[in-house]
């Protein structure tokens, strides 16, 4: 006899409304964090193989600023995707002596600094097979 | 009634499924973050450290192999050539298989001919400095482009004592006779003095300014002599900085000994000019005709080499002159 004066219609789109209200809330953090998450997980991938090739530049570097070199070739190995994205590595691209990892979506960018004695020539390319080639003048990254 | 709870039932199972699946999603980069981390603790050397050991190791291995060939007399420098040659690929043989067994594939080998030049030595070790006739102050070897490996063994007692004098500029004052060995090109001129004071053997360098460096000593070992290497910058086997004068000359060098009679012990240099040019006033004996100190020899002055290296991450070529003991 509580329900005297009680529109059971109007409870249930009001029990509706807020079920539905704060699992709608539930699902968007949780979709947000994951976001968050992923995007933190490609930054530290793409800074992680950024130093690896970096390393790889300025091994071949130290390698073909010994006297008389001539030609080399350096093999680098990287991975062909980072979280499931592809993405891009623009080598010395502005002269800045730098790498830019980049992924399109979601839009992370990172940059490491190469430093090396020889020039490095300006190059883009995606990750995989890469090699590290000195023709008696400049380094180049190309991909294997 | 029965109805609306259905419907509050599946609103909340699909939200449990949405949920499921957004934590496989977060499991799945929590196994890229991991594998993130374990990347990153790999070594990244890309292998290049040993292609740089391996090139060390042709430049110093060559090196040695130049000074032994060069240490027979009475070769032609045909023999000369064609020893270093052999010499080389056995040493490119041994190391061959050394490296074989680290997965490397590696070379080397002569290129090109040899630059000849001629060893100008005296092995008499009471000997003093001065020529085949006996004159002391004489030319060493004139207008040489280059000289390497000068080296000399001299004795603590023979030399000039400047003690009593009150130093060596004092001497030199008084018109005392100190031994020196005099480098000039036409336009910068170096002298090495070489006397001793207070039981060390010592040595100081005037420039063409008449400014003379800071002292180098050395004490004499046990047999009473001091090692000296001019082209290394080395006394006693300590570095002498004032002797790293030789990027002061741009052109062709003339070697000379004054007071060639204030020392006594043993000497040896190579120079980039053939035998007949450096003992064209007989200063020498020519060691292919008769023995005597201080004597010429064939000598092979530089060998340009080319290295090559293999591995499975690094390919490399270089051609490497070899000169041991040159300065430049």
Known sequence: MDQRGVSTTLGFVLSLAITTVLISGILVSAGGFVEDERERVLRSELTVVGNQLAAHIEGGDRLVSTPGSEHAVVRASVPDRVAGNQYLIAVNESGSDQLVLSTDNPEVTVTVTVVTEMPVAASTLDGGELRISYDGTTLEVRDD | MADVDRDRGQLILVTALTLAVLFVALALLLNTAIYTENVATRSSDPGTRAAIDYHEAVVSGTGGLVESTNDNHDQTYATLHSNLSEGLGNWSGSVAVHEAYRGHVTNVSLDGTPTNGTRIAQTEASGEFSNRTGIDDWTVVANTPRVRAFRMNVSQSDLTDTGGAGGLVAALGLGTDVFYVEFHDGSDTRRVYLYREGGL????????????????????????????????????????????????????????????????????????????????????????????????????????????????????????????????
């Open chain 2, 201 to 328: 053997v010592r040595l100081r360098v005037e420039d063409s300014g008449g400014t003379f460096s800071s002292e180098c000593t050395a004490a004499a070992g046990p047999d009473g002599y001091v090692e000296l290497d001019i082209t290394d910058a080395k006394m006693g086997g300590d570095e002498c900085d004032p002797l790293d004068f030789f990027d002061a000359f741009s052109g062709p060098v003339t070697v000379r000994y004054e007071d060639g009679d204030a020392v006594a012990g043993t000497y040896r240099l190579v120079v980039p000019q053939d035998q007949a040019t450096v003992n064209a006033s007989g200063d020498y004996y020519d060691a292919d005709v008769s023995s005597g100190s201080p004597f010429v020899t064939e000598a092979i002055y530089a060998a340009d080499v080319s290295l090559t290296y293999e591995s499975p991450d690094v390919a490399y070529n270089a051609t490497v002159r070899v000169a041991p003991g040159d300065p430049t």
